[in-house]
């Protein structure tokens, strides 16, 4: 059992690494060397290495131009990283505060078609998000909302909302009423529970949310493209944006940003990591 | 006027469950009343009412001269005592018992030596700085206890506390609550199922059934006199024997008889010929030379007594005896004239 265990790790481990390490290799190397027809898998200090051999000279370059406009855009890479940052962090920070009230609301008090307004909520997920493109761009208009950071938190909250109700629900609906009610007994108001009980308990559910909620607002491509040209760009989109360039595609630059845009969701997840493999620890009650 | 007064009250759930339906109750300031009954006769929610964790659809509930039926728990001023426990799993015992203390704006010394008093009464001091997860289910309880305790609310109510614990804590327990509420005379409202935790801690005991009360008594009243065929059976360990049968008139006076039987027992109530229920506890039947035969068909040892079940012609009777009888021994029965109870058959209320 303890090998067959290594024995799916392994390769799963080597295939999810393999192409991180690939973008590191990339990230390493100049223009020339990324677009060589033959792979060369060896960095080294050396400062000329022969064409289509094994081992490259590796340099920081692309890191260091990360720091410059590139040819042809406006600003520098993280500019874009910045924006990406704002935009996830307040949109998750929406969706969760959001999703836990509405979802507290859902477990705990009497709500008239509490079905099919979960039912709904689910709903909003069944349409793949860019058929209501054009629908999106026409309201976003008339409320002067593309191009701007604003108008980007609000559709992620929009679409990660149905998500975050959901899971919270299924979260606060397992924090037994009696924990609400001794407080409520013990001299609490209902907002004071809440406050001191349910969030407390809430905080798994919570770490666990916030986590799909980056993910998705953090990879969106779709609307960030079709919402802006100038102010609010994504890195998704300032990458694919270089792809017309007219001095080639920047390779290496591209795996160096990319390696940078992915620290700040495996940090997030790695942080939040506790919570989400802690689950239940309030097992104090018995049912 | 009562400390606690219930009108009426009544609860029907939103699925059409009618748990409590009309409840008329008047306590006094520092009394000890228990509501017993079967499991779904309504008196887990009557507590519930009284500490505001549900709105009564019906009726009025004034506590201390204040009509409270529809105010939060939180304006009620009422210490809860939880079948299973309800602490706080992300604070410590500690945190758990100076959590009622701590937003009615008591000083951290006063905090402090309120948590010192109560966890010192109930011997959990060693336990302040452990998690609720960490203890056992009796200790649980114990600092359920203290969290209700440390203040002195208007009054205690307690939902089965005793239930979930083992025999030892449960009697231990058991007399640390009654003699906490001795001592501050703080009214007390405590629901159980277990009659023998009824009689050992209440000033009056309230037993329920089907949403409703079925008498209201001091133990010795319930026990004794029991108002109706369910108090009868439901309280007392076995509960009442009960012989279906009827009383006919004598020379010498009425007599409760079977059908079938020319076995007589002599009635002295003031009561007419009828059809009528007997009722006997176990420990007024004695054996004795002469009077009802029987035989033994089981016997119970119990330690300092036990119980003999005898089958006679008059129908099956449990006597309490401090002998053991061996199975199938052949025996005569005496009843205590002066401990005979009369009910109704068909109402089954009581008629002496």
């Known amino acids: 059992m303890k090998y067959l265990r290594w024995l799916v790790i392994i390769p799963y481990f080597c295939l999810a690494t393999l192409p991180l390490c690939w973008l590191f290799l990339t990230s390493l190397k100049t223009q020339e060397a990324a677009i060589s027809p033959t792979a060369s898998l060896i960095p080294t200090t050396a400062e000329n290495t022969a064409p289509g051999g094994l081992s490259f000279s590796a340099t920081l370059d692309a890191y260091r131009k990360l720091a410059t406009p590139h040819t042809g855009k406006a600003h520098a890479f993280f500019h874009y990283l910045f924006n990406s940052v704002i935009i996830g962090l307040l949109s998750t920070l929406a ?79 397992e924090i037994p009423r009696a924990y609400e009610e001794a407080a409520l007994v013990d001299g609490y108001s209902p907002l004071q529970a809440f406050y001191k009980i349910i969030l407390p308990h809430s905080a798994t559910g919570m770490a666990v949310t916030a986590v799909f909620c980056l993910i998705s607002a953090w990879n969106e491509y779709g609307f960030a493209l079709a919402l802006n040209n100038a102010e609010a760009v994504t890195v998704p989109v300032y990458f694919a944006g270089l792809q017309g360039n007219i001095q080639g595609i920047p390779w290496p630059q591209i795996a160096a940003g990319v390696l940078i845009f992915v620290v700040p969701i495996v940090s997030f997840t790695v942080l939040v990591r506790n919570h989400l493999l802690r689950g239940v620890t309030f097992g104090t009650i018995k049912q | 006027m ?78 809860f005592v939880f079948q299973f426990y309800a602490l706080y799993p992300h604070m410590t015992v500690q945190k758990n018992i100076a959590f009622p203390l701590e937003n009615i704006g008591t000083s951290p010394t006063d905090i402090e030596a309120a948590i010192d008093r109560v966890a010192r009464a109930l011997s959990i001091e060693t336990l302040l700085n452990q998690y609720p997860r960490q203890l056992s289910g009796g200790d649980q309880q114990r600092v359920s206890l203290a969290r209700a305790m440390v203040r002195t609310p208007d009054i205690y109510l307690m939902d089965e506390p005793l239930g979930t614990l083992d025999a030892e804590h449960r009697l231990e327990l058991r007399a640390f609550i009654r003699r906490q509420q001795l001592s501050l005379s703080i009214t007390a409202i405590y629901v159980t199922h277990d009659q023998e935790e009824a009689m050992s801690l209440a000033d009056r005991i309230v037993v329920m059934d089907g949403g409703k009360i079925r008498q209201i008594g001091s133990p010795s009243e319930i026990y004794n006199h029991p108002a109706d065929l369910f108090v009868a059976n439901f309280v007392g360990s076995p509960g009442m024997n009960l012989l279906t049968g009827q009383i006919v008139q004598r020379e010498d006076g009425l007599s409760f008889t079977h059908r079938d039987t020319d076995i007589h027992i002599p009635i002295h109530a003031n009561t007419a010929p009828a059809r009528v229920i007997l009722g006997m506890r176990p420990e007024f039947i004695r054996p004795a030379n002469r009077g009802i035969p029987g035989k033994v068909i089981l016997s119970e040892y119990l330690g300092s007594h036990g119980y003999a079940h005898i089958d006679t012609p008059i129908g099956e009777l449990i006597m309490r005896s401090t002998d053991r009888l061996t199975i199938g021994e052949k025996i005569h029965l005496h009843l205590n004239e002066t401990h005979i109870r009369l009910f109704d058959p068909d109402t089954g209320t009581s008629l002496t």
């Open chain 2, 2 to 79: 009562p400390f606690l007064e219930l009108q009426n009250l009544q609860k029907t759930y939103p699925d059409g469950t009618r748990a409590v339906r009309g409840i008329d109750l008047q306590v006094d300031q520092g009394e000890f009343i228990v509501l017993l009954g079967p499991s779904g006769c309504g008196k887990t929610t009557t507590l519930r009412m009284i500490a505001g964790l549900e709105d009564p659809t019906d009726g009025q509930i004034t506590l201390d001269n204040q009509n409270v039926t529809h105010l939060p728990p939180s304006q009620r001023d009422v210490g």
């Open chain 1, 95 to 173: 969706s969760v505060v959001l999703g836990t009230g509405c979802a507290y609301g859902f477990s705990r008090f009497r709500i008239a078609g509490a079905r099919d307004w979960l039912f709904f909520i689910l709903s909003t997920r069944f349409l793949p998000p860019l058929a209501v493109v054009v629908p999106v761009l026409m309201m976003y208009r008339a409320f002067d909302l593309p191009n701007t950071h604003l108008g980007l938190i609000l559709l992620y909250t929009a679409f990660n909302l149905s998500l975050a109700v959901w899971l919270m629900k299924g979260f606060i609906d």
